[in-house]
């Protein structure tokens, strides 16, 4: 028996074309629509057997927050991610947020259609090789070479992750200057560094930036010994 679902995906042509092919294979499409703010509302609304939620961004913060939305209001809907070839922290949120399986965006139709069935059967619908990828990133977030905090955090010297920490904590130049022992023109260049290196154009960013990748806890607290005079160039 076909599956009644839905077709969401950032491409409305790629999920124009998806719903044909499925509705030639005896499906039951109820809608094929691009993702906007309403698409957990209509998800929802319509209540299908089986979302098939296209994402370009599997990794991106937020991207499957439609996902956590559609299992809060109708547990019942099977959700199935359709992405590119991801990487393990993608596929760990995407199920992470509820959804019952991934397929890739170049896989063939009769692959997306038992991805289908699965889902609707209470399976999770992902490759062996994709899930195992899951499971190790889950296990060793840590030693994954992507980890973005990580990245951020070595790309500053420790004088600079220490102002970052310190600004993260509402410190303005004055305050920073008087805990670090430097002059209040040294610490506003070691602020401005900061800001460079990280990509953004503010204070409030730098600490948003930090926060959301996970290197203020990979930092530690901020203090120590206070520098000699040589150290106040820095």
Do not use: W
Request: hydrophobic content about 45%.
């Amino acid at each position: 028996m076909g599956v009644r679902l839905m077709v969401v995906d950032d491409h409305r042509l790629l999920a124009e074309a998806l719903a044909s092919a499925l509705k030639l294979r005896g499906h039951r499409v109820l809608a094929a629509a691009a993702p906007a703010a309403g698409a957990a509302e209509l998800v929802i609304s319509r209540a299908p057997e089986v979302c098939l939620l296209g994402t370009s961004a599997p990794a991106e913060p937020g991207t499957f927050d439609p996902v956590v939305r559609i299992k809060k209001e109708r547990p019942q809907v099977a959700v199935v991610v359709l992405g590119p070839v991801p990487s393990p922290r993608g596929i760990a949120a995407a199920f992470a947020a509820g959804a019952s399986g991934y397929v890739r965006h170049d896989e063939r139709i009769e692959g997306v259609e038992r991805a289908l069935m699965k889902a609707r059967a209470g399976e999770a619908a992902v490759a062996p090789a994709l899930l195992q990828g899951a499971f190790s990133e889950l296990l060793n977030p840590a030693a994954q070479p992507d980890d973005e905090g990580q990245r951020l955090l070595q790309m500053l010297t420790p004088r600079e992750v220490e102002v970052l920490v310190r600004v993260a904590d509402g410190e303005d130049t004055r305050l920073i200057a008087a805990g670090m022992g430097i002059a209040p023109s040294t610490a506003r260049t070691h602020v401005q560094r900061v800001l460079m290196k990280l990509g953004v154009g503010s204070r409030l960013e730098a600490a948003a930036l930090a926060a959301r990748t996970g290197l203020l806890d990979r930092a530690g607290p901020v203090g120590g010994e206070q520098p000699s005079a040589s150290q106040e160039q820095e």
